[in-house]
Nanobody
């Protein structure tokens, strides 16, 4: 089982940036898909961004043009660069690694955007 640890969350004013990091305890090369999810109070967890093993990215409509997902295989790390943050981006953000035989979730990191 690969353990994931997220960091980089915090309190930021609307319009500001944050960069989330997700460090895996093992190699991420074998995972088919790596992604970030978020869950706001009273809402279901939703996909924010994903990146495939071959580098294809996908974003939720709400974050397109503002968020960028990337990964560094050498550091076993997945990043989420968030720019122009909005109050509606406030949520707990979770890292996810998925393959047909294994899936791992991080413990989450809180992002709070003040207006």
């Amino acid at each position: 089982q690969v353990q994931l640890v997220e960091s980089g969350g915090g309190l930021v004013q609307a319009g500001g940036p944050l960069r989330l990091s997700c460090v895996a305890s093992g190699s991420i090369i074998s995972f088919t898909l790596m992604g970030w999810y978020r869950q706001a109070p009273g809402k279901q967890r939703e996909s924010v961004a994903s990146i495939s093993r071959d580098g294809r990215t996908d974003y939720a409509n709400a974050v397109k043009g503002r968020f960028t997902i990337s990964r560094d295989n050498a550091k076993n790390t997945v990043y989420l660069q968030m720019n122009n943050l909005k109050p509606e981006d406030t949520a707990v953000y979770y890292c996810n690694l998925w393959s047909p035989t294994l899936e791992s979730w991080g413990q989450g990191t809180q992002v709070t955007v003040s207006s």
